[in-house]
């Protein structure tokens, strides 16, 4: 994650830096609950209808009061005040601190920073139609795309903070970016496994009374998730397929050990590089260091070539070749196997990846995709993964594609599982 950038300070004089001793004392005290905690001693049920719980994310918690809600951002520090536009605090309570932003919900009019934010979040929810600015028209959905080219979102400038705060809700993806008070920041990607990721629905379905569906879509992906797994690890292959991400870069060749990829290869049934070995990089000028490389290569079964091209299209298996700096491959089983993937098979205007976007929403069709990896059965199409040792093209995306009305839900796309898949 890039450094954070330093927050700027309210002016002094601004009316919603002015607290009370009353009301620094009842802030703090609303900070302070526990999930489903009320606001007063009595227990009816609380006004906002429906609730999430968070089960597996580490970096927000949400807590609930009888007409607002409460997120808390690990990330940026900051607590999200999200107050029904029904209850008398709406028009008497308004928060922008370093610490704490208020907002009324449910939004129905926001804008997005799409430069990071994965947007299938918001077609799981059916929040489209709200959607009313983008900062970028690189975008990763059908959907999105046939419902940007109708007219209905507007392309903003992202450094437009004065034309952006006329939305009640600016969603970014990087911190420091949140300093304005309407915006509020929502990265998924920092979480440590893909079902920790893919629960941020429930962060985003609290700003728009959507509990009860994310809720609902986060049960659907997790539980079609475990049953993956679960079929994945009864497999009688023994022993696992060794798979590793690596990547080229300047004459250097990397191991990723992103956690939530590594959490991948175990779900799928495979088994991550010997974790000891301690070296990461590799420069293929260096003759000792391409030879360290060219061993390792050699005891892997499957092999995820995330290297950066421009155009992903043009990258095929003899592109590979040429920067392992090797003519006599013979010993590379991923090779004789044929089982070389990269994970940009969806893609739009040949730059703009679904990896980023639909991947973190539905964790669940990448892990299809690497079990067929590690144990090909040759009737499953992947979604985000494929094979160029066997010359696989990726998938153009185009608004044709979309077969519904992009401002309806999207349902997420289950695996069959009974066992096997």
Known sequence: MKEMNKKKKLPASSPSM???????????????FSPITLCSGASPAPAVGNISHVEFAQYFHSYYGQSFKVIKNAIDAKSYLLIQNTSRMAGRVKYCTSRIKSFIVPLS????????????????????????????????????????????????????????????AHFVSKPGDELACNFALFLPAV????????????????????????????????????????????????????????????????????????????????????????????NVSDP????????????????????????????????????????????????????????????????????YDGAISQPQLVLADLIEAFFPTGNYNTTYFRNIAKEEGIVNIVPEMCERDASTAMQPTLVRCNGSY
């Open 18 to 32: 002015a607290f009370s001793p009353l009301k620094s004392f009842l802030l703090l005290l609303l900070l302070s």
């Open 191 to 282: 979480e440590n496994t893909p079902v920790q990721r893919a629960e941020w629905i429930k962060y985003l379905g609290a700003f728009y009374n959507m509990e009860a569906r994310a809720n609902s879509i986060f049960t659907a992906v997790k539980e079609n998730y475990a049953c993956l797994s679960t079929a994945a690890s009864n497999r009688t292959t023994s022993p696992k397929p060794i798979a590793a991400w690596l990547q080229f870069n300047e004459g250097i060749w990397s191991f990723s050990k992103d956690p939530y990829k590594l959490e991948y290869v175990e779900a799928a049934g495979g088994e991550n590089l010997d974790s000891s070995i301690s070296k990461n990089t590799y």
């Open 288 to 355: 000792d260091d391409n030879e360290e490389f060219h061993a390792i290569l050699c005891t892997l079964d499957v092999v995820i070539d995330e290297t950066y091209v421009p155009e992903p299209e043009t990258y095929k298996v003899s592109n590979f070749l040429a920067n392992v700096y090797i003519e006599d491959h013979s010993c590379f089983a991923f090779l004789s196997n044929q089982s070389l993937w990269r994970y940009d098979k969806r893609i739009i205007n040949s730059s703009t990846l679904d990896w």
């Open 109 to 168: 009019n926001f804008s997005v920073d799409t430069s990071a934010f994965p947007l299938s979040f918001l077609e799981l929810l059916g929040q489209l139609g709200s959607l009313k600015a983008i900062t970028s028209n690189s975008l990763s959905s059908e959907c999105i795309l046939k419902y940007y080219l109708e007219g209905s979102i507007q392309v903003v400038n992202a450094n437009e903070t004065q034309l952006l705060s006329q939305f009640p």
